[in-house]
């Protein structure tokens, strides 16, 4: 039988072992969420709220248990660690509170006698989630999904399993009928099947832009709705105007939260030429007076990498930038100690065309790039085939706000590191991915909008 092994990162130890799902196990727990959708469809938003509410009942009394678990599993600091249990809670409850207006009927005036459109569920939706949020991820999917009537399947990247059998557990302990929300520990190469059976009715995924093109081109092999929020490159555009301390305050909070694994963290540092070496100065001390440590010391910063092999593939992109002509300020190299570690590392004297300018390093590794005026920093911002997140850091927030209308992304913040949160659209253009998760917009992704006339 195969299976999939979670190592915890800061250790390289061995956490648990879990047996893969069969091709016959993977069909019948497919068909058994497929039959609770119909009956799940027909409950009403009471019902489900109600449940929805349980489950962030769960979230919060067990918040330091899962918390824990998925510090051990993909190796974020214990504190990130709550608050991202923490913010499952949060996605429940907006859900419960604001589900049942965000579906409601509406109606168009036309010649009919009545005429109004209505949102219904649709059936089993696959998601395929990353380990970098490991609870967060699934809950922005799943809290959605179920409150419009559709029930779920998870499969879930495979070094923080615990993670998803403990929210496949959460979910029945808040009450959810058996089959409403269920996890599928499959091997990558399992997704194709899964995606074409015939109860499953759309898929969502979040991760990097190869496996989103894989995962669009099976579902559009089989004409079924994808959303995909993938990978970023996110710009921050510091003006002239910043104040530095809160400028390098931001940027050191951007690449070094979640040990830099984050897909809409601030990476790429747009810096006017007036205040460069003032901030570059201050950004340094900053960066390399954060803590490396284990994710479950309190005075650690930031953990380590989720595996080895992501730490290897993170220094070998800083090799490539520097072979290229970028310059190591800091950091840079692999830490002789045991586990994924890698130290916050600054490049600089990056150009167009370098790996650290055009691709996404997911690690807390900053990329600083000069600009002669704000016409050129917009430019240089938008200078990507990523277009997830963007920022502007200035004193003068309607200056800033001129500035985010101009960049190409589908979240752009003043003043703020790009979050998510459950009243705000999230989702990126370009090789971002398209579709939104979150807010109105994300819940009728995956509804039928059906259009009823009446004579």
């Not at 009927?105 to 490991?134: C, H, K, R």
């Not at 879930?156 to 059998?165: D, E, I, L, Y």
């Not at 340094?284 to 730490?311: F, H, Q, S």
Request: glycine share 8%; charged share 20%.
């Amino acid at each position: 039988m195969k299976t999939s092994v979670s190592i915890n990162p800061a250790t390289e130890e061995q956490i648990a072992e879990y047996n893969r799902l069969t091709k016959s196990e993977t069909h019948t727990k497919i068909n058994s969420a497929h039959a609770a959708y119909l009956q799940w469809k027909t409950t009403s938003y009471q019902e489900r709220a109600k449940l929805l509410n349980a489950l962030a009942d769960v979230f919060e009394t067990h918040k330091d248990k899962y918390a824990l678990l998925a510090t051990s599993e993909m190796g974020k600091t214990l504190d990130q660690a709550v608050k991202e249990v923490e913010k499952c809670a949060l996605i429940c409850r907006y859900y419960a509170e604001h589900g049942a207006n965000l579906l409601q009927n509406v109606t168009v005036d036309t010649e009919a006698q009545q005429s109004y459109v209505t949102f219904q569920p649709l059936g089993v939706i696959l998601a395929v989630m990353p380990w970098n949020f490991p609870f967060y991820q699934a809950i922005r999917f799943l809290g959605p999904a179920v409150m419009a009537g559709n029930t779920a399947v998870l499969k879930h990247a495979s070094n923080v399993q615990g993670c998803a059998f403990a929210i496949e557990e959460a979910v029945k302990q808040a009450g959810f009928p058996e089959g409403i929300f269920t996890n599928l520990n499959l091997d990558s190469d399992a997704i194709e099947s899964v995606i074409a059976h015939e109860n499953i009715v759309a898929v969502t995924l979040t991760g990097s832009a190869p496996a989103g093109k894989s995962v669009a081109a099976i579902a559009g092999k089989h004409l079924k709705k994808s959303v995909l929020e993938l990978g970023g490159n996110d710009a921050y555009i510091v003006l002239e105007d910043a104040n530095l301390d809160k400028a390098t305050d931001l940027a050191t909070q951007g690449r070094i939260q979640n040990n830099g694994q984050t897909c809409i963290a601030a990476k790429r540092f747009i810096v006017l030429e007036s205040i460069y070496e003032a901030f570059i100065k201050l950004y340094t001390e900053k960066m390399g007076a954060a803590k490396m440590g284990d994710p479950t010391d309190k005075d650690t910063v930031y953990g380590p990498l989720a595996r080895i092999d992501l730490r290897n593939e993170l220094h070998e992109q800083v090799k490539k930038t520097i072979a290229q002509g970028g310059t190591l300020l800091l950091g840079g190299h692999i830490p002789d100690r045991k586990g994924a570690y890698y130290p916050a590392t600054i490049l600089t004297d990056l150009k167009p065309g370098m790996e650290a300018f055009n691709e996404e390093l997911f690690g807390p590794v900053a990329s600083v790039i000069r600009a002669k005026n704000e016409t050129e920093a917009i430019a240089l911002a938008n200078m990507s085939k990523f277009g997830l997140g963007a920022g502007v850091i200035t004193s003068d927030a309607k200056k800033g706000e001129t500035i985010a209308l101009q960049l190409e992304a589908g979240n752009c913040f003043v003043n703020k590191l790009v979050a998510s949160d459950p009243r705000l659209p999230f989702g990126g253009i370009k090789t971002s991915g398209y579709g939104r998760e979150l807010s109105e917009y994300g819940i009728k992704e995956f509804v039928n909008i059906k259009t009823v006339w009446i004579n």
